[in-house]
C-alpha cells in the first residue's frame, strides 16, 4: 500500500497562486509515476497533470496548461502541484495519485485538498 497525503490547499483570489504538496509512504516513491487530479461540485473527476517517475517528462490538461507546474523531489517521497493564474474555475478538491499513465489514474489515492478561488 502506499499512503498519499496531499495539503497546501486553501482559499486564494483569482490570480492568486497556491502550492499543493502530496507527501508519500509506504512504497518507493521514486518508482511511481504521479498525477493530479480535481473534481469539483456535480463534475466528474478529471485529470490534471501528471509526471513520470524519473521526473523527466510532465504533462498537463489544457485547461491548466502554462499556469499550472507538476514537480516531484524523490529524495523527499514528496510531489507539487504549483499553480499560478488561479480562475474561479480551478476551484475543486485536488487529489494526488500514483502509479498511472498520463490522464489515466493508478489505484493510491490521497485524500483531497481543497482549492477555493474567489473571483
Known amino acids: 500500500q502506499m499512503q498519499l497525503v496531499e495539503s497546501g490547499g486553501g482559499l486564494v483570489q483569482a490570480g492568486g497562486s497556491l502550492r499543493l504538496s502530496c507527501a508519500a509512504s509506504?512504497?518507493?516513491?521514486?518508482?511511481?509515476?504521479m498525477g493530479w487530479f480535481r473534481q469539483a461540485p456535480g463534475k466528474e473527476r478529471e485529470f490534471v497533470a501528471h509526471i513520470k517517475w524519473s521526473g523527466d517528462s510532465t504533462y498537463y490538461a489544457d485547461s491548466v496548461k502554462g499556469r499550472f507546474t507538476i514537480s516531484r523531489d524523490n529524495a523527499k517521497n514528496t510531489m507539487y502541484l504549483q499553480m499560478n493564474s488561479l480562475k474561479p474555475e480551478d476551484a475543486a478538491v485536488y487529489y494526488c495519485?500514483?502509479?498511472?499513465?498520463?490522464?489515466?489514474?493508478?489505484?493510491?489515492w490521497g485524500q483531497g485538498t481543497q482549492v477555493t478561488v474567489s473571483s
Open positions: 509506504g512504497r518507493t516513491f521514486s518508482a511511481y509515476n
Open positions: 495519485n500514483a502509479g498511472g499513465a498520463v490522464a489515466q489514474p493508478g489505484i493510491y
